[in-house]
């Protein structure tokens, strides 16, 4: 069974950085797409940022486009979301999550369980 662990949330002030990890575990995933998700309070989930297999394609969210960024090590089966310039909108729950679709997958097969980001005005 494939299992993901994030980690590296925490509390910031609007302005400040946090780099997530996320930590993939139990099977191999060569070949899979892994993406960020977040969900806030009273609303729904919602795709932040995904990147391919090989990390020649990324894909953002526009809301997030020059402030936050996606990558990954594939030897250490990892995957990151750096966030700078964090707004207190980017307040939620942040999931990773893997599918062997494509950037654009409705169906993601594994997520982790969330890691809760705070920022304070």
């Known amino acids: 069974q494939g299992q993901l662990v994030e980690s590296g949330g925490g509390l910031v002030q609007a302005g400040g950085s946090l780099r997530l990890s996320c930590v993939a575990s139990?099977?191999?995933?060569?070949?899979?797409?892994m993406a960020w998700f977040r969900q806030a309070p009273g609303k729904e989930r919602e795709f932040v940022a995904g990147?391919?297999?090989?990390?020649?394609?990324?894909l953002y969210t526009n809301s997030v486009k020059g402030r936050f960024t996606i990558s990954r090590y594939n030897a250490e089966n990892t995957v990151y979301l750096q966030m700078n310039s964090l707004k207190p909108e980017d307040t939620a729950v942040y999931y990773c999550?893997?599918?062997?679709?494509?950037?654009?997958?409705?169906?993601?097969?594994?997520w982790g369980q969330g890691t809760q980001v705070t920022v304070s005005s």
């Open positions: 999550a893997a599918t062997l679709g494509s950037l654009y997958s409705t169906k993601w097969d594994y």
């Open positions: 139990g099977r191999t995933f060569s070949g899979y797409v």
């Open positions: 990147i391919t297999w090989s990390s020649v394609n990324t």
